[in-house]
C-alpha cells in the first residue's frame, strides 16, 4: 500500500489503493445514509401533513360546491341547471388558487356575480314566457358591477375569500417547501477535502486491522461540523420558517378560517339572491334604460340536474365538525413540528453522539491511532467556525444550499 493517498501509516496496512477508493466510496454512502434515517420521521411529518391538508381542502371545496348548488336546487329550481356551471367555474378557481395558480380572487368572485347576474335577472328580476337572447345576457354581464343588483354582497364575499383561502394556500406551500428543504440536505455535496476526512475518520483504522474502534468524540465533531457547515447554517432560517408555521396556523382558525368561509358561502349567495329579488322593479327599470327592453328567445330551462344523495354521505360526516378537527389537526402537527425546531444546528452532535463515535471512556481513533482521548481543539457549528478546524477544510456555502436558504427567507417573509 505505497501509493495509498489518505490512509497513510507508519504501521504496516492491509489496504490496497484499490480498496482505499472503495472505502472512500463506503464512507459517502455511510454518512449519506445516517443523514436520511435522521432526517426520516421529520420528512414524514411534513409530506403527510401537506398530503392531509390538500386532501381536506379539497373535500370543502367540493362541499361548498354542493351546498351552492342545493341552495338553486332548493329555492331557485327552474335556474339551478344554469347557475350550477357558474357554481362549479367559481369552485374550479378557488382551487386553482389554492393549490398555487396565479389568480385574483378578487377577478373570479367578480365573475361569478357578473355571470350570474343574467341568469337571475331572467328568472327572477323580469321573468318571462320565454328566455332572453345571448345578447342581452352579455349586456347585462356587463352592467352587473354598475347597477349592483346583489348589494354589497360580492363585495363582502371577496373580502371574505381572499382572507381566507391566501393564508391556507401559503400554509400549504410551506409545507411542500418544508420537504424540498429536507430532500435538498438529505443530499448534500461532499466536497473532496470533505470526503477524505470521512474516508479517514471511518475506514482508514481497518486498513490496519482495527475494524471495530470508532472515532473519539472530538474527532468526529470536528469532522461532521465540517462537512455539515452548511447545514447548520440553514439552522436560523429553518427556526424562522418553524416560528412562522406557528402564527400563520393561529390566523388559520376561526371565523376567518377557510372551513367557516367555504361552508358558509352558499348563505352569502343566498343573501345575493334576496337582495335582486327586493330591489326587482328599480333593477328593471336600470337595465331598462341601459340595455333596453328584454330581446326574448325560446326558453330551453332544463330543471334541477345536480345529484344531491351521491355526495351527501361523506359531507355529513364531514362538515360541520370540520372546523374542529381541521384546527385540532393544525395544533397537533405544529405541536410535533416544534420539537424538530434545532434539527439543523444539533445534526452534527447528534450523528456524532448517537451513531458514530466511540462511547466515553473507551479507546478510540483520532485519524492516526488509537488512543485514550482526542487532543485537538474542537470548532464550533456553522461556515465560520471552521477557519480553525484542525481536521477539515471548508471553502463557502454551497450555491445549492444557498438557494434554499432563500427559499425559507422568501416563504417566511410571504
Known amino acids: 500500500g505505497v501509493d495509498l493517498q489518505v490512509c497513510t501509516s507508519k504501521n504496516p496496512t492491509c489496504c490496497t489503493k484499490k480498496m482505499e477508493e472503495r472505502y472512500q466510496i463506503a464512507a459517502k454512502q455511510d454518512i449519506q445514509q445516517v443523514l436520511q434515517t435522521s432526517s426520516a420521521t421529520l420528512k414524514f411529518l411534513l409530506s403527510r401533513n401537506a398530503a392531509t391538508f390538500q386532501e381536506t381542502f379539497e ?163 470536528n469532522i461532521i461540523r465540517g462537512c455539515l457547515a452548511d447545514l447548520a447554517e440553514v439552522d436560523l432560517h429553518w427556526q424562522g420558517y418553524i416560528q412562522a408555521l406557528e402564527e400563520l396556523s393561529g390566523a388559520l382558525s376561526g371565523a376567518h378560517g377557510i372551513e367557516h368561509m367555504l361552508l358558509n358561502f352558499h348563505s352569502l349567495v343566498h343573501d345575493a339572491l334576496v337582495q335582486a329579488r327586493i330591489n326587482g322593479p328599480e333593477l328593471s327599470e336600470q337595465v331598462n334604460k341601459i340595455c333596453g327592453p328584454p330581446v326574448r328567445k325560446p326558453k330551453q330551462s332544463p330543471g334541477c340536474s345536480f345529484d344531491q344523495n351521491k355526495d351527501n354521505q361523506v359531507l355529513k360526516m364531514f362538515s360541520r365538525d370540520s372546523e374542529q378537527t381541521l384546527t385540532n389537526r393544525r395544533k397537533e402537527f405544529i405541536r410535533h413540528l416544534r420539537l424538530y425546531r434545532a434539527f439543523y444546528g444539533g445534526l452534527a452532535d447528534q450523528l456524532c453522539a448517537n451513531e458514530l463515535a466511540a462511547a466515553d471512556g473507551l479507546p478510540c481513533w483520532n485519524g492516526e491511532d488509537l488512543v485514550r482521548s482526542y487532543t485537538h481543539r474542537v470548532v464550533g457549528s456553522g461556515i465560520k467556525a471552521q477557519s480553525a478546524n484542525p481536521e477539515v477544510k471548508v471553502k463557502g456555502t454551497d450555491p445549492v444550499i444557498s438557494q434554499i436558504i432563500d427559499k425559507l427567507k422568501h416563504v417566511i417573509q410571504v
Not at 377577478?107 to 337571475?120: K, S
Not at 337572447?133 to 348589494?151: K, T
Open 59 to 221: 373535500m370543502l371545496i367540493r362541499l361548498a360546491k354542493n351546498y351552492t348548488s342545493t341552495l338553486f336546487c332548493n329555492a331557485y329550481r327552474n335556474m339551478a341547471a344554469e347557475a350550477a356551471v357558474h357554481v362549479q367555474e367559481l369552485f374550479t378557481d378557488v382551487g386553482l388558487f389554492l393549490f398555487g395558480t396565479e389568480a385574483s380572487t378578487e377577478e373570479f368572485v367578480n365573475r361569478f356575480f357578473d355571470t350570474l347576474f343574467p341568469v337571475v335577472y331572467n328568472h327572477v328580476i323580469n321573468p318571462g314566457p320565454t328566455d332572453i337572447s345571448l345578447e342581452y345576457a352579455e349586456c347585462l354581464r356587463a352592467v352587473r358591477r354598475d347597477i349592483r343588483p346583489f348589494g354589497n354582497i360580492p363585495k363582502k364575499a371577496i373580502g371574505q375569500m381572499a382572507r381566507s383561502l391566501l393564508p391556507s394556500r401559503t400554509f400549504l406551500q410551506a409545507l411542500n417547501l418544508g420537504v424540498e428543504v429536507i430532500n435538498t440536505t438529505d443530499h448534500l455535496h461532499f466536497s473532496r477535502e470533505c470526503s477524505r476526512a470521512l474516508l479517514r475518520m471511518q475506514y482508514c483504522p481497518h486498513c490496519q486491522g482495527l475494524t471495530l474502534s470508532k472515532p473519539c468524540l472530538g474527532y468526529c465533531l
